[in-house]
Nanobody, 119 residues
Framework: QVQLVESGGGLVQPGGSLRLSCAAS????????MGWYRQTPGKQRELVAAVTSYGSTNYADSVKGRFTISRDGALNTVYLQMNSLKPEDTAIYYCNLRQSTVVSAYDYWGQGTQVTVSS
């Protein structure tokens, strides 16, 4: 089992910044992908950004140039630096860890942290 603990959400004005953190613990494989998803009421959860154990990153088009994902492999922690925040970034942000065996892929989720961008 894997546990994910998130922190760093909150209320920020448009144009402001926030940094989310997610610490993973438990049975973590050497190779995995950690990322952040977000969800608003009535919509599907969507990928915001992800980073592999090798450092390869992937971003949603809507956040490119504003958000930066990074990870500390030794601490199994992933960060999401969010700059130039917009009201449409308001959502619950969920940390995700995905790891695979030969036969199965496993997804683990954090409890979610609220990000509200409003004046």
């Amino acid at each position: 089992q894997v546990q994910l603990v998130e922190s760093g959400g909150g209320l920020v004005q448009p144009g402001g910044s926030l940094r989310l953190s997610c610490a993973a613990s438990g049975s973590i494989f050497r190779f995995n992908t950690m990322g952040w998803y977000r969800q608003t009421p009535g919509k599907q959860r969507e990928l915001v950004a992800a980073v592999t154990s090798y450092g390869s990153t992937n971003y949603a088009d809507s956040v490119k140039g504003r958000f930066t994902i990074s990870r500390d492999g030794a601490l199994n922690t992933v960060y999401l630096q969010m700059n130039s925040l917009k009201p449409e970034d308001t959502a619950i942000y969920y940390c995700n860890l995905r790891q695979s065996t030969v036969v199965s892929a496993y997804d683990y989720w954090g409890q979610g942290t609220q990000v509200t961008v409003s004046s």
